[in-house]
């Protein structure tokens, strides 16, 4: 006999306890760092531990987020990173899905704290990429298929430039109604003291800036970056005790995609909105639209923010450039989305982008993004990240009500 | 516990020591260069190995699984959707049509090309809707391209094909 399952099982998640988040921190965001991975690691959890009033005894257990080994040459790669995340003689693990790590690392906290097992765990994540030469890209390559894909000489913009050019094509949208994304996120990102490539552009910058790969051009993109960022989760009687506004993660989801992704229609990352569709469920939020009151989608290329708006369901299929022309999209819009200033302005140190995803939407509904509070009230905010084979959704949901 | 600092903008401050290209290079900072050098051989496995040695006899084959009705190009050994073993292999054309395309201008490591490459999805006909492979375009200027475009593959000769995504050089306007 088969039994009807539901493809998305959220709602048969039981936890043993709420989760709230009572401290964030991040290191500064640049091309290239001195500090070892270690070290940034080491300053972004001091300052979360900072903000939460409690130091590295009280952590029980601790979550690490990395992305791929290649940029740093070396296998172990959560293991080198353990002193500076303050996990040693604790229960430790290490959390990879590519660029979706920095929200899938706080979805991996909440595991450990909703199910009882920690009543304190602490999210570090890490990322120094400048240590590839002559850059980065170079570690891409080993990403695509060895057999099929690698002999073309394939750079890793091209899945993005492919993927922008086909959601271009069905929505018959203008290059310059994405190009205000990236205008805006870095504009918002002068306002963050962590910031790589703030600046005040013109959508004519951005559609004269250099060609990569066409459609995609170099102000339609993220840089490299080194970095890293710490979140701290706690259970209900912990928060209590540390701060009257906690904010609650309230759903988390998380989903991937095949990885034959040229069978795939691209102008809809399917997976974002199975892992929201996970979220929402969990969160009961039923009408995201109306619901969500501030945005944390993906913005490694400006595209990116109007297709994760999409798969988060905040608008409708080939509606979001709309709500970004029409300023809904602005901090002082009626859904402010990436009020951070996002990877396209604070920068890009893949997984350590958990700093301007779920550390930010934390700072927002707990009041202190300070320069970058959002002009509306919030109650309940969405932060997504993405990444693998353009294949992985990982979402979370958090309320500053219970 | 003690309790934190509430009523602050966050984050605080911002600690890192940022480093410009000039400081790696006239050797300001202390740090350490290697070049790992590992070399590796990749079995092709079941079905790429016989869709590779298909490649060499000129043939695009794909495979089908009469669970979902797909028709399937990369082949594959199971169908991922149904997780069943495909039900057979089949001939494609070697025709297709552009589901997307971009106009490279970096190589792998991001360094300039000295002329841009076209890169496209190309749905093979014979396949199911939206069946695509990766491959690179040619016979054909960047501005003419565009999406829904009915392509042909271009072979590398008999004596030249080595059993490998490149013995389709690329694939060009299908005429008419």
């Avoid at chain 1, 750079?155 to 929505?171: D, G, K, Q």
């Avoid at chain 1, 989305?337 to 920068?347: D, E, I, W």
């Avoid at chain 1, 350590?352 to 009230?377: F, S």
Wanted: glycine share 8%; hydrophobic share 40%; net charge negative.
């Amino acid at each position: 006999m088969v039994m009807e399952v539901e493809k998305i099982s959220g709602l048969k998640f039981h936890k043993k306890q709420d989760v709230a988040i009572v401290g964030a921190g991040m290191t500064t965001f640049k091309r290239r760092l001195n500090e070892t991975g270690r070290e940034l690691s080491y300053l972004a959890v001091k300052q979360a531990l900072e903000e939460a009033g409690i130091t590295i005894d009280n952590v029980e257990m601790v979550v690490m987020g990395s992305a791929p080994d290649t940029f740093d040459g070396f296998h172990m790669k959560g293991e080198y990173l353990l002193d500076g995340a303050g996990g040693s003689d604790r229960p430790y693990m290490r959390v990879f899905v590519g660029g979706g790590t920095g929200v899938f690392a706080p979805i991996a906290g909440y595991w450990h704290v909703a199910s009882g097992l920690a009543d304190i765990c602490l999210v570090v994540c890490e990322e120094k990429m400048s240590s590839t030469h002559p850059h980065p890209q170079s570690a891409f390559k080993y990403i695509w298929d060895p057999i099929l894909d690698r002999p073309l000489k394939p750079n890793l913009i091209w899945i993005f430039a492919l993927e922008m050019r086909r959601y271009m094509h069905v929505h018959n949208i203008k290059h310059e109604d994405i190009a205000l994304v990236s205008v805006k996120n870095k504009a918002n990102a002068l306002d963050h003291p962590c910031a790589q490539v703030a600046e005040r552009i013109t959508v004519e910058d951005v559609l004269n800036s250099e060609p990569m790969a066409l459609p995609v051009r170099r102000l339609d993109v993220s840089p490299p970056s080194d970095g890293a960022a710490a979140l701290i989760m706690v259970a209900p009687h912990i928060a209590r005790q540390l701060t009257d506004n906690p904010v609650w993660v309230t759903g988390v989801g998380w989903a991937l995609d095949t990885t034959w992704w040229t069978n795939r229609d691209l102008y809809f990352p399917r997976y974002v909105a199975e892992a929201a569709k996970m979220a929402y469920r969990q969160a009961h939020i039923t009408d995201p639209r109306k619901e969500i009151d501030v945005a944390e989608p993906y913005d490694p290329f400006d595209y990116k923010e109007l297709h994760h708006m999409e798969g988060l369901g905040l608008a409708k299929k080939g509606e979001a450039p709309i709500l970004t022309r029409e300023g809904v999209t602005q901090r002082d819009g009626d859904l402010p989305t990436c009020p951070s200033g996002g990877l396209l302005g604070v920068g890009n140190p893949i997984s350590a982008a958990m700093g301007v995803k779920a550390c930010e939407l934390y700072w927002q509904l707990a009041y202190r993004a300070g320069k970058r509070q959002v002009a509306k009230e919030v109650t309940t905010g969405v932060c997504q990240a993405w990444g693998d084979l353009m294949q992985v959704g990982t979402v979370m949901v958090m309320s500053n009500k219970r | 516990m003690a309790v934190g600092k509430k009523d602050i903008e966050c984050p605080p401050y911002a600690e890192g020591t940022p480093l410009s290209d000039a400081d790696i290079n006239d050797k300001k900072v202390t740090y350490v260069e290697d070049h790992p050098d590992i070399r590796y051989s990749w079995t092709a496995g079941q079905a790429i190995s016989k869709f590779l040695n298909g490649l060499k006899e000129g043939k695009i084959l794909g495979v089908k699984c009469n669970k979902c009705g797909r028709t399937m190009v990369p082949p594959r050994m199971f169908c991922e959707l149904c997780y069943k073993p495909i039900d057979g292999w089949v001939e494609l054309k070697d025709t297709g049509t552009v589901e997307t395309f971009s106009i490279s201008y970096i190589d792998p490591d991001a360094r300039p090309l000295p002329e841009p490459v076209i890169v496209a999805v190309i749905s093979i006909d014979g396949a199911s809707p939206h069946m695509g492979i990766m491959h690179i375009l040619g016979e054909i200027k960047p501005e003419d391209v565009y999406i829904g475009m009915k392509v042909k593959a271009v072979w590398k000769g008999e004596e030249e094909r080595e059993g490998a995504i490149t013995d389709i050089k690329y694939w060009k306007p299908l005429e008419g």
